[in-house]
């Protein structure tokens, strides 16, 4: 009680207002929805047959959760709505997530898996993010990664099933996780890796399994990737930070430099300032009159084409082929010595050691020094 004898209203409920319908009569626990709420998704042709075969399967799903479902082949639509036996007022939500899945080519037993409370889903447009095709094409690839492992290794790290399909991303998991998948799939269309997270989401799975650095940073334990491409301000400064670094290992060499002096040494030459203009390159045209194309008539100048363009072909073959035949080139083998050859050889070989055992040692040395002097007089000659 205030001095006024006024009582006192807590803070807490300042902003509360009276409910004049909420009666003691009213059912708070359970009944049917007053309102009927629907949603309906588009799909793509491709996906119609598909749908067809399975729907009596969507139909039974969706049914133990009292929501109707609806296929229309003639505007290619799927919708869903409650009913009255519709107890859960955010499974028609739940079911609107179900349809989208489907439209973007999760299969119906993956799809379903998203009616359970503890799975949400999200689906990631990519398409507008990369403009040029080629550029997209390659890095949407570099989500997949070769056979697969890129994309097998998010799933196990997050718990989520991940689908790349066309222009979007279609991820199923805890909403936590989904989060994670997402920055992935942004970060990687941005041009940087997905190994780079992958990596980070293996260090932090390492770190939650200790209790004592629940309540520490794990900053220090996560990499620190930089960026290849430095601004201009960042290229300046790093440069001044290595001639710092200069200056002082001279200092302790005891060499006197000034900062201008280094700049001096390390500027590279500049080009020659002229206040004339480069020579101007000729037309097309020019080239034309000089070579006497110009003045041929089109069927010439197509003729002319055709029989450049056939010269190049028959070039292209021609490599080709000699390329193939090098395949089939037998390699050089030689042949194995006869008989006879072999009987020479071992008899050779016997006289030879034969006559070494022969000669005396004194023989051996005389023959020794008159190589020497041969090789001491070819040697004097030259000089």
């Not at 909420?22 to 949603?39: K, N, R, W, Y």
């Not at 969507?58 to 003639?74: E, F, N, Q, S, Y």
């Not at 780079?196 to 770190?207: A, F, H, N, V």
């Not at 055992?357 to 051996?364: N, R, S, W």
Request: proline share 4%.
């Amino acid at each position: 009680m205030s001095d006024g004898g006024e009582p006192t209203v807590s803070k807490k409920k300042q902003h509360r207002k009276e409910k004049p319908w909420d009666t003691d009569d009213i059912d708070h626990v359970g009944g049917t929805l007053t309102e009927e709420s629907s949603f309906a998704t588009l799909f793509p042709k491709y996906r119609e047959k598909y749908l067809r075969e399975v729907w009596d399967a969507v139909t039974k799903a969706l049914d133990a959760h009292g929501v109707a479902c609806t296929l229309d082949l003639v505007h290619g639509s799927m919708s869903v709505r409650t009913t009255r036996k519709t107890y859960d007022p955010y499974i028609i939500l739940k079911a609107r997530d179900m349809m989208k899945l489907m439209a973007r080519g999760v299969a119906v037993n993956q799809a379903v898996k998203v009616l359970q409370d503890d799975t949400s889903c999200d689906i990631i447009k990519i398409g507008n993010l990369v403009r040029n095709k080629e550029r997209f094409v390659k890095r949407r690839q570099r989500i997949i990664g070769p056979d697969g492992s890129t994309l097998k290794a998010i799933e196990l790290l997050t718990n989520c099933y991940v689908l790349v399909q066309g222009n979007t991303v279609s991820v199923m998991g805890p909403h936590r996780s989904l989060k994670e998948v997402r920055r992935i799939v942004l970060d990687c269309m941005k041009n940087i890796h997905p190994i780079y997270r992958i990596k980070e989401l293996m260090i932090r799975r390492e770190l939650a399994k200790d209790p004592k650095l629940a309540s520490e940073s794990w900053d220090r334990f996560l990499p620190q990737f930089r960026k290849r491409h430095l601004k201009t301000s960042e290229k300046t400064a790093k440069k001044n930070e290595k001639i710092e670094q200069k200056l002082e290992a001279r200092k302790a060499a005891g060499l006197e430099t000034t900062k201008e002096e280094l700049l001096r040494e390390t500027a590279t030459k500049k080009k020659v300032y002229t206040p004339f203009p480069p020579a101007q390159q000729p037309r097309k045209v020019d080239l034309q009159l000089e070579s006497g194309e110009y003045f041929l008539k089109a069927s010439e100048k197509a003729a002319r084409e055709a029989e450049k363009k056939k010269q190049k072909q028959a070039e292209t073959t021609e490599k080709r082929r000699a390329e193939r035949a090098e395949a089939f080139v037998a390699p050089t083998e030689q042949a194995e010595p006869t008989v006879e050859e072999k009987r020479r050889k071992k008899k050779r070989a016997a006289m030879e050691s034969e006559m070494d055992a022969e000669e005396p040692e004194g023989l051996e040395k005389s023959k020794k020094k008159k190589k020497r002097r041969v090789k001491e007089g070819e040697e004097d000659s030259d000089s």
